[in-house]
């Protein structure tokens, strides 16, 4: 393109709100054939919110599979016998989500975040974790009054000799709906001997325009991907929402591991766009054929895109297509 067609589609673009960095991405824009949504903050608002608090007691969930089990239902927490037991307490709702939240209130993950304001939504006082460690892609760990809290995925707990499959069907249930559940578990301080003593659950929201705008893209002949670290089906749930054949999601993918996956996908010979918003994603960024930061995306993930979408739209992943589309068919 000619440095005054370059400069119009940029004006364009910027008028938009769809920044390209340079003459070269805009006309590598057009050439896109496969559009590879990152989930959480892209195709979902990324706000969390705390649904679900299940307690687990030796192996059993505890009033389980209905509205009692609800975050927002009626407190179903307390002791049949006021407490005055003689053998050990069960854990209540909110004993579970006490120990989640105060674990969870070192890290910065928005998974973390709905947990710890759910809790203090309802009332329970978190304070801060003793030793605090992140397990990427994973969860967290943290000491916890005396004990070790672990908060995450199964492997999260396989990994540390704790059986995650007592909660199979109360996972399984709650990731149908499109939620992220997450295991809590237990190692009292004097054992070695971790327990799974709950399950949480947060839920996002699909964007609004994310329908359409896997439409428009589908309709132009661009095929639609996901990639997320999420399980399977919280991620199929999703994908299906907003119109991403099951086929084309790519799910667990760890943190270090989603630029190669976009690699992956480029081996098959595709000039992928690559749009993500997190720290995460900046690597994905970086190596796909167009890398597009989208809406509130952190600092590393611009620096790291070659298209930056202003607005947290993802119909304006469709527009820059369009401008670069719309910029070299004028000038040819
Ligand atoms: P995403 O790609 O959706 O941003 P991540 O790679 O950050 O997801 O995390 C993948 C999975 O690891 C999450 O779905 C969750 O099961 C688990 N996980 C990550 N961070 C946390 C956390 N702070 N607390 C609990 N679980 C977590
Ligand atoms: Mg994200």
Redesign the pocket.
Known sequence: ATPAATMVGTTIGAQNGVLFKGGDVLERAKDVDTVVF???GTLTKGEMELTDVVVFDDGQPVADGGSASEATGSPSDERPDGGAVTIRDRLSEDDVLRLAATA?SG?E?P??RAIVDGAKDRGIDVTDPGDFE?V?????RATVEGSEVL???RKLLRDNDIDPSPAAETMERLENEGK?A?LVARVPADSTEGELIGVVADADTVKESAKDAVRDLQTRGVDVMMI????ERTARSVAEQVGIDPENVRAEV??EDKSDAVEAIQNDGRQAMMVGD?V?DAPALAVAYVGTAIGSGTDVAIEAADVTLMRDDPLDVVKAIRISDATLAKIK
């Open positions: 990152d989930k959480t969870e890290s993950h998974l973390a992140n990427p892609g994973h969860g967290i908060v995450g995925n992220t997450m997320t670290g999420d399980n760890l943190p997190g995460n």
